[in-house]
Antibody, heavy 117, light 110 residues
Framework: QVQLVQSGAEVKKPGASVKVSCKAS????????MNWVRQAPGQGLEWMGRINPNSGGTNYAQKFQGRVTMTRDTSISTAYMELSGLRSDDTAVYYC??????????WGQGILVTVSS | QSALTQPASVSGSPGQSITISCTGT?????????VSWYQQHPGKAPKLMIYEVSNRPSGVSNRFSGSKSGNTASLTISGLQAEDEADYYC??????????FGGGTKLTVL
């Protein structure tokens, strides 16, 4: 079965960077886009961008252009999302989600990233 | 990329039907048949309920159905059950290979 297992919670200071991971199993990693979606406390879902694990090509939401970098390591079926210049309003749960049929069919368990001085 | 517009809350009694709307623009909802819907219980990851406007993934109850007219998509849940109480989000593909979500709707089963 498809599984997306994300790394553990992070606490960062304002201005720092965070890099979170998402390890995929149960399917061919290079066959599906991997998306990143975040959810601030008590708020809705926000699409951040996606990576094509086969080519490494990316698409980012305009809001995050210049601050987000999505990469992958096909040898270990893992996708990464790095967000720089962290601010308090970046405090959120960050999800990876597999893309298929223009939707997101499998989700990781989420990683809480807390930005606090 | 503005968020799609959903009602903040809807409610219904067990056995009834409810509909959640999701309004966008011709650049997203109205321009593509790529609207999807997600159910999220508190503290859990979202779950795909509908994709490509009206298709149900394997394992999703046929009590859930989707439709679209112009720039507005809708999710209908028939035969409401207590376990349907959750937050629901719509999403649409948008121009430039990007996606946008709605603000979410809290469904209360009375």
């Amino acid at each position: 079965q498809v599984q997306l297992v994300q790394s553990g919670a992070e606490v960062k200071k304002p201005g720092a960077s965070v890099k979170v991971s998402c390890k995929a199993s149960g399917y061919i990693f290079t066959g599906y886009y991997m998306n990143w979606v975040r959810q601030a406390p008590g708020q809705g879902l926000e699409w951040m961008g996606r990576i094509n694990p086969n080519s490494g090509g990316t698409n980012y939401a305009q809001k995050f252009q210049g601050r987000v970098t999505m990469t992958r390591d096909t040898s270990i079926s893992t996708a990464y999302m790095e967000l720089s210049g962290l601010r308090s309003d970046d405090t959120a749960v960050y999800y990876c989600a597999r893309g298929t049929s223009y939707s997101f069919d499998n989700w990781g368990q989420g990683i809480l990233v807390t930005v606090s001085s | 990329q503005s968020a799609l517009t959903q009602p903040a809350s809807v409610s219904g009694s067990p056995g009834q039907s409810i509909t959640i709307s999701c309004t966008g623009t011709s650049s997203d909802v109205g321009g593509y048949n790529y609207v999807s819907w997600y159910q999220q219980h508190p503290g859990k990851a979202p779950k795909l309920m509908i994709y490509e406007v009206s298709n149900r993934p394997s394992g999703v109850s046929n009590r859930f159905s989707g439709s679209k007219s112009g720039n507005t998509a809708s999710l209908t849940i028939s035969g409401l059950q207590a376990e349907d109480e959750a937050d629901y989000y719509c999403s649409s593909y948008s121009s430039g290979s990007t996606w946008v979500f709605g603000g979410g709707t809290k469904l209360t089963v009375l």
